[in-house]
């Protein structure tokens, strides 16, 4: 049975990093094949891809997000995490974790307010 | 950047009736290695999206034969056959073929 979940620290100010952590259960990212991607969602809107990384480290990012996206995994926890820098209230959103290729499980949705 | 769009924005229906989705995309979404990365996802109120549809016409696990895909290339279409309660939310079409990953605007299906 395939789970996801993420977490993170629900409020930040602007320009703060944001820490997000996706435990999953399942799989594995040390399987051929196997990915994590991050996904957010502002209220009422729609669904962004963030960043992608795959079983054998290979990353990829959403390029309107520039430089501020960091992915990483370890494998050994099966966790997979994102970093966002200098974020500002545009930021604000719900984060998704789901399992790659197709985005076939999602994670329940940690809330992000970032809020002076 | 492939820019997913999708109509109707909003779409109405009677329960055990018939609606179809269009998404188009503006670069085609074939794939180097001959696949076609086109999915089809469905968000009801309150919750994480879910997969319904891969490549283009694959249902995912536990999907009901309601539901089907089809197009290629740039032209793809969502049917929803004798429409439930529980198929009620925001569809989303999203192309998983070239980075960044795309998704549509989203359809909202309502009861009529």
């Known amino acids: 049975q395939v789970t996801l979940k993420e977490s993170g620290p629900g409020i930040l100010q602007p320009s703060q990093t944001l820490s997000l952590t996706c435990t999953f259960s399942?799989?594995?990212?040390?399987?051929?094949?196997?990915?994590v991607g991050w996904i957010r969602q502002p209220s009422g809107k729609g669904l962004e891809w963030l960043a992608n990384?795959?079983?054998?480290?290979?990353?990829y990012y959403n390029p309107s997000l520039k430089n501020r996206l960091t992915i990483s995994k370890d494998t050994s926890n099966n966790q997979a995490f994102l970093k966002i820098t200098n974020v500002d209230t545009a930021d604000t959103a719900t984060y998704y974790c789901?399992?790659?290729?197709?985005?076939?499980?999602w994670g329940p949705g940690t809330m992000v307010t970032v809020s002076s | 950047d492939v820019v997913m769009t999708q109509t109707p924005v909003s779409l109405s229906v009677s329960l055990g009736g018939q609606v179809s989705i269009s998404c188009r995309s503006s670069?085609?979404?074939?794939?180097?290695?001959?696949?076609?990365?086109l999915s089809w996802y469905l968000q009801k109120p309150g919750q994480s999206p879910q997969l319904l549809i891969y490549?283009?016409?694959n249902r995912f696990s536990g999907i009901s034969d309601r539901f089907s895909g089809s197009g290629s290339g740039t032209d793809f279409t969502l049917k929803i056959s004798r429409v439930e309660p529980d198929d009620l939310g925001v569809y989303y079409c999203?192309?998983?073929?070239?980075?960044?990953?795309?998704f549509g605007a989203g359809t909202k299906l309502e009861l009529k």
């Open positions: 670069q085609s979404l074939v794939h180097n290695n001959g696949n076609t990365y």
């Open positions: 999203g192309q998983g073929t070239q980075y960044p990953y795309t």
């Open positions: 789901a399992r790659s290729w197709y985005f076939d499980f």
């Open positions: 990384i795959w079983w054998d480290d290979d990353k």
């Open positions: 399942g799989f594995s990212l040390s399987t051929y094949g196997m990915g």
């Open positions: 490549k283009v016409s």
